[in-house]
C-alpha cells in the first residue's frame, strides 16, 4: 500500500486529513511548523513533524496543502527527493514554475497532480458528456463568488477562487482559451484583488467567470448555452436543469426544462482516491505519466497569470503557450 504523507495541516489540510483516514491508504506522517498541530497527529494516530523533509524519510507520496507562495520550494524539494506529490491548487504562483515542476517530475518519472478537485465532481462530468450532443456553443458564464472575511494572504481572487473555472471550462471543452481580458477591484487589499470579471476567448466561442470573496451569496455554477440546449449547473450542490431550446434564423422551439437527477459525490475524496490508486499502479506497473505530470495546471495558471497582467494593464493578452 501506498505510504502517504500529508505537508501544511491548515484549514483546508484539515479536510484532507479528515478525508485520507476514510480512504484506502497507508497515511502515516503529517507536518506543519506549528507544533500545536501534533495534538491532531495524536487524534489520528500518525507520526508528526514541523520539518516536512524529515516526513519524507517515511513516505512514497505527499500531499502539499500549505500556502500558495510556499507550494514551489515544498514540491521542487519533495521531487527530488523521488516521492510523487499532489499540490493543491494553484501549484504555484507563476506559469515559469509551473513548467519547472511539471519537467522535474517528468524526468524524475513522477506523479505530479494538481488539486482541482471539480474534475471529480459529479455535476461537472456529466456537463462533459452532455456538451457532446448540445451542439455548438455560443457562450459560456461562470460563477465562483461568496464572502471571506479577512480575505486570503497569499493570493487573490483570481488566483484563488477564479482558477477553479478556468480549469472546469478547460476540462469541459477540451480546448484552452487563446487570449484573456480581465478587470479586477482591490477593495479588502491593496496587495490581492477581491473581485474580478475574466474573459476567455476559446475561437469558436467565448466565456465569462465572476470570481469575488466581497459577494453575499455562496454559489458555484455554469450557465451553458449551447445551439441545442441550454444548461444550467450548480456544482455546488451537484445539480443540473437542462433547457432544450433550440434558436434558429426564422424560429425558436421550446421544451420543458428536465432536472437531471445527480448522484452527489464528494469530489475531494474521489481526487485523493485517484492520486493514491495512480500512484499505486505506477509503483506496479510503471504505467505511462503522460496524464498526471501536471501539465493541465501549467495552462490554467498561465491563464490566470494573464488574467491578473490584463486587470492590471486593461490590455487583452494573448496567450502564448
Known sequence: ????????IGKWGKNHLNTLSQIKCDLIGISDVDEDKKLLSKQYNLDFYTDY?????IVDAVIVTTPTDLHFNIVKYCL???????????????????KILMELAHSKNLVLSAGYLYRFNNAIIRLKQLLKKA????????????????????????????????????????????????????????????????????????????????HPEKKRDIWVIAEKEKIYVDYFSQQIIRYPIVVGYNNIQRADPIKENIFPNE???????????????????NIDLKENLGGENYHTTRACELSLESAISGKEMILDE
Request: with cysteine.
Open 267 to 285: 469530489p475531494l475524496k474521489e481526487e485523493l482516491q485517484y492520486f493514491i490508486d495512480f500512484v499505486k499502479r505506477k509503483q506496479e506497473l
Open 53 to 57: 523533509k524529515k516526513l519524507l524519510n
Open 80 to 98: 527530488n527527493a523521488g516521492k510523487h506529490v499532489l499540490v493543491e491548487k494553484p501549484i504555484t504562483t507563476t506559469s515559469k514554475q509551473s
Open 135 to 214: 451542439g455548438n456553443i455560443q457562450y459560456i458564464t461562470c460563477r465562483y463568488i461568496h464572502s471571506t472575511k479577512p480575505p486570503r494572504k497569499d493570493s487573490g481572487a483570481i488566483f484563488n477562487l477564479g482558477i477553479h473555472p478556468v480549469d472546469i471550462l478547460n476540462f469541459i471543452s477540451e480546448k484552452k482559451p487563446s487570449k484573456v481580458f480581465a478587470k479586477k477591484s482591490n477593495l479588502l487589499s491593496e496587495k490581492f484583488e477581491d473581485s474580478a470579471i475574466i474573459t476567455l476567448d476559446y475561437g469558436n466561442f467565448f466565456a465569462t467567470i465572476e470570481a469575488s470573496c466581497t
Open 1 to 8: 500500500m501506498v505510504k502517504v504523507g500529508l505537508i501544511g
